[in-house]
């Protein structure tokens, strides 16, 4: 009898081909394990009988051993911003409330294509906008992690809290994310786990609920390296139906394996150790930084000088870009509307005063004011200006380095509530993450270490533009080395 | 650059937002306090950098003026919060 708690996607294929257990078997074992789990509230809706549905399909190609998946018969959790047909997609939102989809986003229909099998529908921060996930209509995620210290409960990370927190406590063996500023890397990081965003463009946004387009990209969190290359694989694909989708052809990302890191240049920016950056995670980084030397890497130090400016740069650009993206809520053709009607201005404005939560309203208004007449120069303009020069600093460092090696966050998983009253300390959180989403570029989180509470550390690796096999390999270097 | 309580009603109607008082007190000290620390970016040299709207290298595809999507009146009216004889239904708008 397989211990379905220990398995991850590489051994339940494994498991499902030579038929020690079926598809249904290991489905009702997850389903079992959401209901038992409920008070992590991971999930904002349950998809049980179409899972049931779906596991039987696969059960049966696996029997006649045709037309079979690459994630066939592997039960997954979905980000509730993926539009799902005639499965509700709330983006954790009140204003998305009732919002039934008639159409799949590409990315999930790409995994239903692959043979995965929908748990549910994962919870989120609101409109993606939060790294705690405590900006939820449904209710904040708990994460399954605890400190040894004491018995408080801690934030998962944001926004992808419910899928990381999900793959976490072992309701599904994997779960996609969506990442804007940190929103895959950080939750993967905070809850132990492997966190991948591709390069911008990999990952088809038909479907996705937008949040700042130019930054928006979807991947996976997984519980190995392994498991984050199969998942990346089925949800990449060119599509004409996202004009930003990219038509460089994805390699064989398994490949991974195989790409040597022995001679290959890891750079370490000098700018990333910040002042206020957690002792323990300092030291996570140097062991990190010792691998890749065991490997026959070559370290260098690199210089990426605009760091600093790059978190107001993302809190100009991407409230900027969410409050045109959010245009659209405005209680006429979907979604939640306001009793007071009396005129149609004021049906917009209660709808969306009503249908927003705090954080969301803050940002639409930062958004509609450095975009407004008289202030667009001095902080729009300037900020893409300044994206401009962060991208430029990649592109420097990619001449002296092929990876970069960074901490993913400057502190580990904090209790509910904590970091949460002012909105500057809040955004923080992401200060790691968010120069390589400026600058459009493939990164990986991946969990190094527990610090002295027993709680895990992630480390960032960056990669060249479409080099996911690089990040890939540079992530199973830290799997290998890190002895759990 | 600070802002004021006119300005946060302003900026919340174009953003189609009704704010009470005491939202619009909270607004004005949250926004200000965020301005303050996105003005750093004030000092830094941008002069003769190109604002950088996509990361996308890849031209944009053009593709041909056809209809590809077959969507029916009732799928798309199916999320209406309230429609009528196949339309969605608004305040009046016109006297």
Known sequence: MTDFSKLNISSALLGLKKKDFKSVELTEYFINQINKKEKLNCFITKTFDKAIDMAKKSDEKIIKNRELGSLEGIPIGMKDLFCTKDIRTTAGSKILDSFIPFYESTVSQNLWNSGAVLLGKTNMDEFAMGSANTTSFFGNVINPLKSKNNDKDLVPGGSSGGSASSVAAGLCLAATGSDTGGSIRQPASFCGLVGLKPTYGRCSRFGMVAFASSLDQAGPITLTVEDSARMLQSMVSYDFKDSTSSKKKMENLLKYKKYDLKGKRVGVPKEYLLEGLNPEIKKAWDLGISWFESAGSEIVEISLPNTESALPTYYVIAPAEASANLARYDGIRYGFRAEEKSDLTQLYEETRAQGFGKEVKRRLMIGTYVLSAGYYDAYYLKALKVRKLISDDFSKAFERCDLILTPTTPNVAFPIGEKQTDPVEMYLNDVLTVPASLAGLPAISISACLNSESLPIGLQIIGKPFEESSILSAASIIEDSRGF | ?95
């Open chain 2, 1 to 95: 650059m600070s802002i004021d309580n006119s300005t946060v009603k302003k900026v919340a109607k174009l953003a189609r937002l009704k704010v009470d008082a005491k939202e619009e007190q909270n607004l004005k000290d949250e926004l200000n306090n965020i301005l303050e620390w996105v003005d750093k970016l004030q000092k830094v040299d941008t002069e003769n950098i190109a604002p950088m709207l996509s990361v996308s290298n890849e031209p944009m595809p053009m593709r041909e003026d056809i209809v590809t999507s077959k969507l029916d009146n009732k799928q798309i009216l199916s999320n209406a919060p309230e429609k009528k004889a196949g339309f969605f239904v608004v305040p009046k708008v016109v006297e």
